[in-house]
């Protein structure tokens, strides 16, 4: 921290970085963009100018290097969060790394491990809980107010809604379709509903039915349709080991009545309710 400012390094400067963390970060009385590091050449000059940041690499390690930067924020395709991150954690900065946080479990487990061994925080950018809606349930829910919630129906469904960008569609950048990409969010927020229990089995299922064809049309435009290599469907049942369950089903391209559908819905022994706009559902009050 310099100047009461905690210095902050930004790898990745595609859509979310421009759209939402750049913003987000310069919004802060107690945050300074210090640099960027970006994977190609040309735009490097561009975001240096566009977004008026001291420093500017295309090697991230370099970003790495410089002392006054606490937080490494990391917004870059989602198999590589994990080696970028494990060399920032060695580098000793704390992480905020967009979601999912790896594309293995194995790797989450030993970001985890190395977070704790340098003591420096690791937090993955799962930002649905930091909703209005969902402080308040979370709230509701600890206070015992829904009762045992034993069971929850998760989607995270788009009619036509694919991200056409190779981070999304190759799965040498992002590890898999819909369930990396936006399941993983209703399933974050889902798990932390239900208190975070320990995993007991998963059975899932993907499907890549619409997606190579070229009669379908996306409302994000038109992508590659040979070098998509993802599922566009996929579904899962969670079975936790305190017996509670959870059925997971997400798309980018599914023939559904809506556009989307992105909830959760909770069955407890006292109460239920479909997040984020439900009502809550109990004998008494119907
Ligand atoms: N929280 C959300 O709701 C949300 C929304 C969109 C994207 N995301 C996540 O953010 C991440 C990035 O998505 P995006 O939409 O910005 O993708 P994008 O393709 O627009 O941008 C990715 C950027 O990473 C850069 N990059 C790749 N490898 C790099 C490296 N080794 N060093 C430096 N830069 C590198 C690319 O040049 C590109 O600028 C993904 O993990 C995605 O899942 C989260």
Not at 94 to 113: D, I, S
Not at 212 to 222: A, C, P, Q, V, Y
Not at 243 to 248: D, E, N, P
């Amino acid at each position: 921290m310099k100047n009461g400012k905690y210095g902050i390094g930004i790898i990745g400067v595609g859509g979310i970085a421009r759209g939402s963390h750049i913003p987000g970060w310069k919004k802060l009385k107690d945050a300074e963009i210090i640099a960027v590091a970006y994977i190609s050449e040309e735009k490097v000059k561009e975001v240096k100018e566009e977004f008026d940041i001291p420093y500017v690499f295309t090697d991230y390690k370099k970003l790495l290097e410089i002392e006054e930067i606490d937080i490494v924020d990391i917004c870059t395709p989602n198999t590589t969060h994990f080696p970028i991150t494990m060399d920032a954690l060695k580098y000793r900065k704390h992480v905020l790394c967009e979601k999912p946080l790896a594309v293995k479990a194995e790797h989450v487990e030993k970001m985890m491990e190395l977070s704790k061994k340098v003591d420096k925080k690791l937090m993955a950018a799962q930002h649905h809980r930091f909703r209005p809606e969902s402080i308040a349930l979370k709230k509701l829910i600890d206070k015992g107010y829904f009762g045992e919630i034993y069971h929850a129906i998760s989607f995270a469904l788009r009619r036509r809604d694919l991200p056409p960008r190779p981070t999304f569609i190759k799965k040498e950048l992002s590890g898999g379709g819909p369930m990396f990409d936006i399941g993983v969010h209703i399933l974050d927020l889902t798990y932390w509903f239900m208190g975070c229990p320990k995993v007991h089995s998963v059975k899932g299922e993907i499907y890549t039915k619409l997606a190579k064809r070229k009669d379908i049309k996306g409302l994000w435009g038109e992508w590659d349709r040979d070098a998509y290599d993802v599922e566009d469907f996929a579904t899962g049942f969670i079975r936790f080991e305190n017996g509670a369950t959870v059925l997971l089903s997400c798309s980018f391209l599914a023939n559904m009545e809506k556009i989307s559908d992105f909830s959760t819905t909770l069955f407890g022994t006292e109460a239920g309710i479909k997040w984020p706009d439900g009502k809550i559902a109990t004998e008494k009050e119907g």
